[in-house]
């Protein structure tokens, strides 16, 4: 694999890892084809929310498109909930390349074929691009508590709530000189979160398809993310996520720091702007 290709994956793992959110259960549906006033449907939200203690994706299909190139790679997806979510990149014969490890205080990402390691607080992304994101955001993604992660901490009257076609809404809140934006659908299943910086200088979305349910969790097996620069795009991935099972018995394997040399965060993040 070239030097390119390898960093248009890890321009990719970053994006999906690093910047964004969703899922949601199948409790309380609403499909009456109407939107329902802002209370009632604040409550449905949460009560769709279907907890589990974790999660485990052993084979997922991602397609990551950066600088015009395309590549093709398989990925494993492991969560314990509230505690840290584990993604590892595997392009080929089953031998992981990248690996990114998420807990609550910080991120790590681990190049392990020049045995090298990234990490930082959550605070970096605010400092640099202004992109405010925090572990319960990140894990989110790929739980059933977008919703929650979306608006905690926040009064209900912060938010602009707008009904949509079809029984679908959306709410809206800028703060500074951050938005962010969720659109739900009649059933209660987050469609998009968009984040975005002042001008749209950066914006981040998420799109969420093809939901299924699986031990009584309703989950997305189709998420698409992109990532633009005013209006300009840097990365898109797609994931299908092929199996997935929750609360079952979950082994965990991170990577010892010590045996990897420490990495330069901020060329890591250059790197990106580059793209």
Request: charged letters at 20%; a positive charge; aromatic letters at 10%.
């Amino acid at each position: 694999m070239n030097p390119r290709m390898k960093q248009t994956i890890l321009c990719a793992l970053v994006c999906v890892a690093l910047l964004a959110p969703s899922c949601r259960g199948t409790r309380g549906l609403h499909t009456e084809g109407r939107a329902l006033p802002y209370r009632q449907w604040t409550k449905q939200m949460q009560e769709a929310e279907t907890p589990f203690a974790t999660l485990n994706a052993p084979s997922i299909d991602v397609t990551a498109e950066a600088d015009g190139k395309r590549v093709n790679v398989t990925a494993a997806l492991r969560v314990y909930t509230d505690s840290v979510v584990m993604l590892s990149i595997i392009p080929f014969l089953g031998i992981e390349m990248f690996t990114v490890e998420l807990y609550p205080d910080r991120w790590m990402l681990y190049d392990r074929v020049n045995r090298t390691y990234y990490t930082e607080s959550y605070e970096y992304f605010d400092l640099k691009w202004g992109v405010q994101v925090d572990f319960a955001a990140v894990q989110s993604l790929f739980t059933t508590r977008i919703y929650s992660a979306a608006v905690r901490g926040t009064d209900a009257k912060d938010w602009t709530y707008t009904p949509l076609d079809a029984g679908r809404a959306a709410i809206e809140r800028t703060a500074g000189d951050f938005t962010q934006r969720l659109t739900a659908s009649a059933a209660h299943t987050v469609e998009q979160v968009a984040w975005s910086t002042s001008g749209g200088q950066y914006r981040f979305t998420a799109d969420f398809t093809d939901y299924a349910v699986s031990r009584g969790v309703n989950y997305p097996r189709r998420i698409a993310f992109a990532l633009t620069s005013g209006g300009t795009p840097l990365a898109r991935v797609g994931m299908t996520l092929r199996r997935v099972s929750f609360n079952g018995e979950l082994r965990l394997n991170p990577a010892d720091p010590a045996r990897y040399k420490r990495g330069n965060v901020g060329r890591l993040a250059d790197l990106l702007q580059m793209l």
